[in-house]
């Protein structure tokens, strides 16, 4: 029963383009919203968040959109760089227990020079 | 800054040995969580930690079992290994005080069971 949904295992993008991550959730009761990003034989890293009170958040070259009803949410990269080539894992938490966060399968991105 | 260290980087058990994945941080954070990822899937949780001396099961527990007797160090237990337990272990860490935090991670434990 995956709770958080990322349909797209590979994204292509040209260098200097926008790259666009989507992720789908089920679980109503998530109010953070994180994603991070993976590198091969690495631990993943945490890049940008939101919480469900707010649509958008931007850090530099990265934007996180929040849509609530329809229970998703996307990460854009502008511009894309070759050094963004990597498995972005997009995660929810419900502020239950610990801060348990609850990922989904991940997109690889490729960012082609 | 070390932040969060995981011991071995790599391990091949036989079915049925036990070992014991370690992991530490240095941030002094009082959560501390054990995830598992298996090939083309997301993180999953096996064990989290909200301080020393307290542990709670996660959406995967069955096979594993963990201690908390310090801040720092948050050790992952394997007693009978079992082909199904081949896969990339990620212990995190965070600092929770009301408001959601980001968890950070280690580098993994990549485990095969034969």
């Known amino acids: 029963d995956q709770q958080v949904k990322q349909n797209s295992p590979s994204l292509s993008v040209q260098e200097g383009r926008i790259s666009i991550l989507n992720c789908d959730y089920t679980n109503s009761m998530f109010d953070y919203f994180l994603w991070y990003k993976k590198y091969p034989a690495e631990g993943p890293t945490f890049l940008i968040s939101i919480s469900s009170i707010k649509d958008k958040n931007e850090d530099g070259r990265f934007t996180v959109f929040l849509n609530k009803s329809a229970k998703h949410l996307s990460l854009h990269i502008v511009p894309s760089q070759p050094g963004d080539s990597a498995v972005y894992f997009c995660a929810a938490s419900d502020g239950t227990g610990a801060n348990n966060l609850f990922f989904g399968t991940g997109t690889r991105l490729t960012v082609i020079p | 800054n070390a932040g969060v260290t995981q011991t071995p980087k790599f391990r091949i058990l036989k079915i049925g040995q036990s070992m014991t994945l370690q992991c530490t941080q240095d941030m002094n954070h009082n959560y501390m969580y054990w995830y598992r990822q298996d090939p083309g899937m997301g993180l999953k949780l096996i064990y989290y930690?909200?301080?020393?001396?307290?542990?709670d099961k996660g959406e995967v527990p069955n096979g594993y079992n963990v201690s908390r007797s310090t801040t720092e160090d948050f050790p992952l237990r394997l007693e009978l290994a079992a082909p199904s337990q081949t896969s990339v272990y990620f212990c995190?860490?965070?600092?929770?005080?009301?408001?959601?935090?980001?968890?950070?991670f280690g580098q993994g434990t990549r485990l095969t069971v034969v």
């Open positions: 995190a860490s965070s600092y929770v005080q009301g408001a959601n935090t980001e968890a950070f």
């Open positions: 930690s909200v301080g020393a001396g307290i542990t």
